[in-house]
């Protein structure tokens, strides 16, 4: 077990050390991709563990729980997990073309091997302290590729970004100290009991609010989200696509598991608040991307309008709604990863990412319109593709719980995505490019152009995928959230390993 | 001593606030040490102050004898210490470099990523 | 900084401050010190060289970058906790080998990993803090 878990951790580590070490060389880069190859295998073989046996868990370094340090895969780690690793290895056939060799030489795919290992034990770690560390593994990986190159945006935007994530990391981490200092344990499992024990549940409230707040900067959640769309627009394509796919998802995965394992003695209080600021951040970055004309800077503020759904999923607190808001995780990934690498290559086409600059995509490369298309349509919820199963599943549990407010916003939100998607499908495919030059796939030379495209193709068709034959992934998210309400079989997994050492 | 350390912590953000308020971002950067070393505190008062030995057992024994100081908390600290100082450490060269490239830390007037629609439109 | 007696007394405190850091880093076995804190006296060792005769030459005493001793003492610290698999341990236990004994107060030798992982600790900090000193030094 200890091997399962462990492994998709281990194995970017791994590759980031002799990435590094060969950075000079071409063979380092393949070497990454064959990382990426191996973890995505690793991370097969625990889904594969966690689907037979419900949940998984090891303790490292041999100590018992409560005291040592746990690794804990349920449904809904494995299928991050899983995904991370898909996302991890879409961008590293991407960065084969679009990463430059200056990049490389500066540790580009150490860095990013580093970041995959981050978000990976973030997942997978059952010990909140843990959990810190991993973010921080994760945040020290990003900041050094967002700032990679050191263009002068890149600079501006990475002074925003680390600013307002260090401040983030310093409210989580005084959060944990306090709930130290209340419960006297750290080890999640652990803490399900120890916080429903202690007798002054106001002063429970109050930490459960501080890492509210910790975790939605991460999540970029309403009041929050400033950083967001002043950076993710700077870095090279590849890197912006996987900060887009996984990295506000991880404060998500870590509310998620929080304000389903932890804090849940307040409901009526905490997860009504989550519920209005899930509908103010689908608002306002629906309506922060209407107001962009950029193809990236949509896409960012567009981030911040879906994490809504998902937070929605997890505030509306019951079996539908943390299915939808599961599922929604799922295919949002794989999505908003996709619509940035597709920006990467009208860029590289076109000459730019200003939607009044750009254009003519359409005519000259209708492959990638093709592939535009479908994420895009995805997004705004377009049946059949995945969006459209992700957005019914959080609506209709909406309106199951009376909400009607909710589930109208939800639905606005919907129609004002498929607003900016068709704003960007007009500006950068359909009208003709405004300095006369037609974008097609020539102007680039194979050797980048087919690395660029085949991930895109790839991702594209996974939607298709999820959107067509719904049923398995569907069952999958109700019973990962079936897991999450009801958390037995996960502190049995950790706290029964006492038991099990002589 | 908990009351003297809360009133400590108290101070501490207190301080790390003002400073954050302010437009310079090296006054930023100075707050965020400040509520980095805040935050170890509240960690290392979540362990109990107790008047005891360090967490180490004698030669020869198999558990440490008397009363001893919880060395969680402190164990901790040690780690947030370390990986506040390394995120703290590039968070000063990254000030650095954005200062030598921007030629300013006022962030009003950082904005680069972020250009302020009337204002470049007009100086273009 | 062009003192001469600052570069001469240099050299004998590097010497010195590098052979504590790693006294400090075998005597963290069982009491206080270790990896960390042998790297970090190992960096001020190599940060009062540079100050005394430039970063240049400390770069150059070092031999290889110190990004690259971090990342290979990444490595070793990996290494390390992985190694525990092969005999059946949960990941990162530490592994003792008992030579001239059969216990840990009768041994003659006790090689183990925790020395390892120790060691793989002490090349992150020392290469990690040397290369952030420099990048600092060069810039100001």
């Known amino acids: 077990m200890s091997w399962l878990l462990a492994l998709p951790i281990a194995i970017p580590f791994v590759t980031a050390v002799i990435v590094y ?52 895969a349920d449904y809904l780690s494995a299928v991050m ?62 900041f050094g590729l967002l700032v990679l190159g050191g263009s002068k945006e890149q600079l501006d935007a990475g002074i925003k970004y680390v600013a307002l994530n260090l401040v983030s990391t310093l409210v989580f981490l005084s959060g944990i100290g306090l ?30 609010m501080m890492f509210m707040v910790g975790f939605g900067v991460k999540a970029a959640v309403f009041p929050l ?135 003519g995509l359409y005519k000259s490369s209708p492959l990638l319109a093709a592939l535009f298309v479908v994420p895009a ?13 992700a957005k019914f599943l959080i609506v209709k549990a909406s309106i199951e719980l009376g909400e009607w407010l909710i589930a109208f916003v939800a639905l606005f939100v919907g129609l004002l995505t498929i607003f900016s998607m068709t704003k960007i499908w007009g500006m950068a495919f359909w009208k003709p490019h405004p300095e006369g030059i037609e974008p097609t796939p020539d102007r680039v030379p194979a050797r980048i152009r087919v690395p660029m495209m085949l991930p895109i193709a790839g991702l594209a068709a996974m939607t298709v995928l999820i959107g067509f034959f719904p049923e398995p992934f569907v069952q999958f998210a109700e019973t990962a959230a079936v897991q999450l309400l009801e958390p037995a079989a996960y502190v049995e997994a950790v706290l029964g390993l006492r038991e099990a050492r002589p | 001593m908990e009351s003297l350390t809360a009133l400590l912590v108290g101070l501490l953000v207190a301080a790390s606030v003002y400073l954050m308020l302010a437009r310079n971002f090296l006054r930023f950067l100075f707050g965020l040490i400040l509520l980095s070393n805040a935050a170890n505190l509240v960690i290392f008062a979540a362990g109990r102050m107790t008047a005891g030995a360090p967490a180490l057992v004698p030669e020869g024994a198999s558990v440490p004898d008397g009363v001893i100081g919880n060395a969680l908390p402190q164990a901790l600290v040690l780690t947030a210490i370390v990986i506040g100082f390394g995120l703290l450490a590039f968070t000063l060269a990254l000030t650095f470099e954005a200062y030598r490239r921007l030629r300013t830390l006022d962030s009003d007037e950082m904005r680069h990523a972020e250009p302020d629609e009337g204002k470049t439109e007009a100086g273009r | 900084m062009n003192s001469i007696i600052f570069s001469a007394g240099a050299r004998i405190l590097v010497a010195l401050l590098l052979v504590f850091s790693v006294f400090m880093l075998l005597r963290g076995h069982n009491l206080p010190g270790g990896g960390f804190i042998g790297g970090l006296i190992g960096a001020v060792g190599f940060i009062v060289y540079a100050l005394a005769c430039g970063t240049a030459e400390a ?48 041994a003659a030798l006790k090689p183990n990993t925790v020395l390892v992982f120790d060691v793989g600790v002490y090349l992150v900090v020392l290469g990690s803090i040397v290369s952030l000193a420099c990048a600092f030094e060069e810039e100001v």
């Open chain 3, 59 to 106: 770069k150059a005493a070092l031999r290889v970058s110190p990004e690259a001793i971090a990342m290979v003492g990444l490595g070793i610290a990996l290494s390390a906790g992985l190694a525990a698999a092969p005999f059946g341990e949960a990941l990162f236990t530490g592994i003792w080998i008992w030579v001239g004994g059969d216990s840990y107060a009768t």
């Open chain 1, 179 to 208: 709930l130290y200092g209340v419960t006297g344990t750290l080890n999640l499992a652990d803490l399900h009991g120890a916080v429903a024990a202690v007798e002054d549940q106001a002063l429970i409230t109050v930490i459960a």
């Open chain 1, 81 to 142: 997990v899983v995904i991370t690793a898909i996302t991890g290895l879409a961008t590293a056939v991407y960065a084969l073309g679009e990463i430059e060799e200056r990049l490389e030489r500066l540790g580009y795919h150490a860095l990013f091997q580093v970041l995959i290992a981050g978000v990976t034990g973030a997942f997978l770690t059952g010990d909140l302290f843990n959990l810190y560390v991993w973010f921080e593994v994760m945040l020290i990986a990003s």
């Open chain 1, 225 to 359: 989200f400033f950083w967001l769309p002043a950076s993710y627009h700077t870095p090279s394509f590849a890197v912006s696509a996987v900060f887009a796919g996984l990295l506000t998802k991880v404060g998500v995965y870590a509310l998620m598991r929080m304000f389903t394992l932890v804090f849940v003695g307040d409901v009526g209080f905490t997860h009504e608040i989550l519920i209005w600021v899930s509908a103010l951040t689908m608002l306002t970055g629906v309506l922060g991307a209407a107001a962009q004309t950029d193809f990236r800077k949509i896409l960012s503020f567009h981030i911040i309008s879906q994490i809504g759904y998902m937070t929605l999923g997890l505030a509306l607190y019951t079996p539908l709604a943390l299915m939808g808001g599961v599922f929604y995780l799922v295919h949002h990934i794989i999505v908003k990863a996709n619509l940035f690498l597709v920006a990467g290559v009208a860029q590289k086409l076109a000459g730019g990412t200003d939607l009044e600059r750009i254009g």
């Open chain 1, 377 to 389: 349509f995805s997004l705004a919820g377009f049946p059949p593709l995945s969006g459209f199963w």
């Open chain 1, 21 to 72: 070490l060969l950075r000079n060389r071409a063979l380092g880069r393949w070497i990454s991709l064959a990382g990426s190859l191996a973890s995505l295998a690793a991370s097969a073989a625990l889904m594969v563990a966690v689907l037979r046996d419900g949940v998984v868990a090891a303790q490292m370094g041999g100590w018992p729980a409560p005291f040592g340090i746990s690794l804990v």
